[in-house]
């Protein structure tokens, strides 16, 4: 099965912040690298597929980058609604494992 | 608009089984494979099993291998989950999702969840 590790496991940051999430996989998974947000009580929300492209209706300050094992979600502006859990997940081969998650939190 | 909807979750005894079921509309539901993901109280996300869009192919995390079964009606837009040998370990609210692939590229990605159902597991 392939691994995926988040890091760090929670944040603290400010609204206006830049906030970087980095996502790695045990192996080579080339592109097949999603994002989701959720918030508590609430069911997980696509933001990026395919490492870097923006889900329809998901505000352009989202943004994902990287390729093989190394990717990083990154959010410009962070705003009051973006504080929430963040899991990356791999879609190359079953399981479709899912990082541990994320915590942002506010400041 | 597209709309899933779960139901079934219960309270069950170890041991015991449930069956989840998942309504889907708003796509073309048997053009789509698709998931079900559950959530341990306080824990992440765990994928357990996907069926293709013709119920053709299944897969199942260890973890359920053996025990729950993934099924779909495309006649009634529906997507299953038979829950049998139930574990303390298993309470979760479980979601069903939509997979979908990129129009540019082949990587699958869930882009529908439906609001989940609780299962809890005790005596």
């Known amino acids: 099965d392939i691994q995926m590790t988040q890091s760090p496991s929670s944040l603290s940051a400010s609204v206006g912040d830049r906030v970087t999430i980095t996502c790695r996989a045990s192996?080579?998974?080339?592109?097949?690298l999603n994002w989701y947000q959720q918030k508590p009580g609430k069911a997980p929300k696509l933001l990026i597929y395919?490492?870097?492209s923006l889900q329809s209706g998901v505000p352009s300050r989202f943004s994902g980058s990287g390729s093989g094992t190394d990717f990083t979600l990154t959010i410009n502006s962070l705003q009051p609604e973006d504080f929430a859990t963040y899991y990356c997940q791999q879609s190359w081969s079953t399981p479709r494992t899912f990082g541990q998650g994320t915590k942002v939190e506010i400041k | 608009e597209v709309q899933l909807l779960e139901s079934g979750g219960d309270l069950v005894q170890p041991g015991g089984s449930l069956r989840l079921s998942c309504v889907a509309s708003?796509?073309?539901?048997?053009?789509?494979?698709m998931n079900w993901v559950r959530q341990a109280p306080g824990k992440g996300l765990e994928w357990v099993s996907s069926?293709?869009?013709?119920?053709?192919?299944?897969y199942s995390a260890d973890s359920v291998k053996g025990r729950f079964t993934i099924s779909r009606d495309n006649s009634k837009n529906t997507l299953s989950l038979q829950m049998d040998s139930l574990r303390a370990d298993d309470t979760a609210v479980y979601y069903c999702?939509?997979?979908?692939?990129?129009?540019?590229?082949?990587?699958?990605?869930?882009?529908?969840w439906g609001q989940g159902t609780l299962v809890t597991v005790s005596s």
């Open positions: 069926i293709t869009g013709y119920g053709g192919n299944t």
């Open positions: 999702a939509k997979e979908s692939v990129g129009a540019s590229t082949p990587a699958p990605h869930f882009d529908y």
């Open positions: 395919a490492a870097s």
């Open positions: 192996q080579s998974i080339t592109n097949y």
């Open positions: 708003g796509f073309t539901f048997s053009n789509h494979a």
